[in-house]
């Protein structure tokens, strides 16, 4: 008997509901550009299949799906489902401005071993205009010859296609998708999921998140990016909601679009990792706010990246003129490997003694959900007012995020070093094993059973689990994110989460740009001239920044990190916005800003700045994890 597929759910919505409009395209300007309901997609994607067909695809086989945000995309992945095609969602690079992120490209369709690539006709024009293909890329690598499809222009004679005729997996582990990780601690890889994973990530949403197909959504998430392809895409699909989708680069012009769209179309969800909300608040005005309603937002998810307090409190507060209700506010942990989620709804804040957390212990200071007044939790009532009130001025803040809900899934924490389980006031790496957990890396045996079948030791437990990477504790029952274990720095002995001190150089000076910070360990210099360094990369607001305001910069960064880390000895980089590598999703890439800051070439405009002595001043010991 044939396996069940995400299909299946998309065709429950055709039979009931074919006229229902599922995805509403948002331009530029606010306006509804285009729409896509359960029928129109079912005949657009059957086209694809029946394309693919014709064309000798195979169940199986991998193509790479290369579109800009728009209906083009949805009916490729859907006919791509038909065919038993497995589809890769990348960012295609942009023609327009020359090499750029082509390597990201170029590596998933050489991993993947791609038949092609499947397009739309707006894009292969611009990509033949700008003379990509055959191109070398930044790294060197020759674009692979490799057929391009278009597929907005398909048009089968066929009335009676339609999804009944799609591709039948033969069991609910067959593979359905492959989706490339955003590669911000490393090489992107890309995550095999089944159908299985689809079937149940979308019945845990339902549940969890109290998901209906009259929920209605708003989201400017890249399409090819987990979040959005996963917790978004295969939930309408699967008849969760509706969306509204912007551009993320429309968004990244006016981010005031967003909430615009949410107020017109009486949304009442949304979702984006927290950099955004920070930059909504910085780029509209109480004028703006005033004008919208979003009294029937119920959720306002963050994911995708540490939650912090400073961006929430400041988010509601001024977005109270809006009817936004603090409560709906969702603190989300997932990754794609976990097909996505694995906690939601967090609802707890957990104040710890940071120095303690940097050596895995949890120290409980006190609880933002307390109350306003900040009152000191139990942890810390005893302590006389001098030690209680230095604590609280070192203390550090955190999100829960979420309580562990879907059907069999179990979530621990174990020392990363020894595969032990941790105790429970230790901090350690977030272990998973739930029905979402993906097969594993494509194309990467050996890899795979090291991360995603990993057996507890010195314990009874026999399952086995995803290694998550994600540094964590349990409190009030939720997970608790504090960091990754790449982006840890060990200085004499004690951990600094990347987050942490990115956080605290964020607000340091007037001049640094808020989203464009990096804090990594980099070894420069060769023999034995190489020692390991704290290098700290930011970015400045105003590209005519001169000399002595990035020396300011520079002082106020030492300072900070040594008031709120104890933390000396930095070399601080100091260059123009770019400075700072990102994945595709936005995601600092601190690994790659070590090896520009040891191999070059850093941007024009960019100072480097070691310390006055770096062997008196630090004696430092350094480690990146």
Known sequence: MAALSILDLFAAQLDEHPDRELFTFVDKHGKDRARLTAASIARDAADVRLF??????APGDR????????????????????????????????????????????????????????????????RKLATVAGAVTRSGRRWPDIPWHRTDRLAYDDPEEGPREWHRPESDDEPALLQYTSGSTGTARGVVMSHRNLIAEAASNAADYGLVPSE???????????????????????????????????FLRSPGLWFETMSRVGATETHAPNFAYDLVVRRTTPEQRARWDLSRVRMVMSAAEPVL????????????????????????????????????????????????????????????????????????????????????????????????????????????????PCGP???????????????????????????????????????RYLRTGDLGFFADGEIVITGRIK?????????????DLEESVRLCHPDVRPGGI?????????????????????ERRDAATDEATAEEIVAAVRHRLRLDHQLTGVTVVVGPKGLVAK?????????????????????????VHPPADSRRESGIEVSAC
């Open 518 to 538: 990096a804090v990594t360990a980099a070894t420069p210099g060769d023999g034995e001239d190489r020692a390991e360094q704290v290098v700290v990369f930011v």
């Open 583 to 607: 994945t595709t999703s936005g995601k600092v890439r601190r690994r790659t800003c070590a090896q520009l800051y040891v191999s070059g070439p850093l941007p024009e405009g960019t100072s």
């Open 487 to 499: 982006d840890m720095i060990v200085v004499r002995g004690r951990n600094h989460h990347a987050e």
């Open 63 to 126: 193509v790479v799906l290369a579109y800009p945000p728009g209906p083009e995309f949805i009916v490729a992945l859907v006919g791509c489902l038909m065919a038993g095609v497995l589809p890769a969602a990348v960012l295609p690079p942009d023609p327009r401005h020359g090499r750029g992120n082509e390597d990201g490209f170029v590596s998933a369709v050489l991993d993947c071993e791609a038949r092609a690539v499947l397009t739309s006709t707006g894009y292969d024009r611009l």
């Open 425 to 463: 006031d230790q901090a350690g790496e977030i272990w998973v094993d739930s029905e979402t957990k993906a097969l594993g890396y494509y194309g990467r045996e050996a890899e795979s059973r090291e991360v995603f079948y990993a057996a507890v030791a010195g314990d009874t437990d026999t399952r």
């Open 52 to 57: 693919l067909d014709s064309e000798g695809f």
């Open 216 to 250: 209605v959504g708003v989201t400017w998430l890249p399409h090819y990016h987990d979040f959005c392809l996963i917790n978004v895409i295969m939930n309408v699909l699967s008849g969760n909601l509706r969306i509204y989708m912007l551009s993320p680069l429309d």
């Open 309 to 420: 307090a400073r961006t929430v409190d400041t988010f509601f507060r001024e977005f109270a003129a809006t009817g936004l209700r603090p409560e709906t506010f969702c603190p989300t942990y997932g990754l794609a490997e976990a097909c996505v989620s694995v906690t939601g709804w967090g609802r707890s804040r957990v104040t710890v003694d940071p120095e303690a957390l940097s050596l895995g212990k949890v120290i409980r200071v006190e609880d933002g959900a307390v109350g306003e007044d900040g009152a000191a939790g139990a942890d810390c009532a005893a302590e006389p007012d001098g030690a209680r009130k230095d604590r609280r001025r070192r203390a550090a803040t955190y999100f829960g995020c979420g309580k562990v809900t879907k059907p069999g899934s179990r979530v621990r924490i174990i020392d990363p070093d020894t595969c032990e």
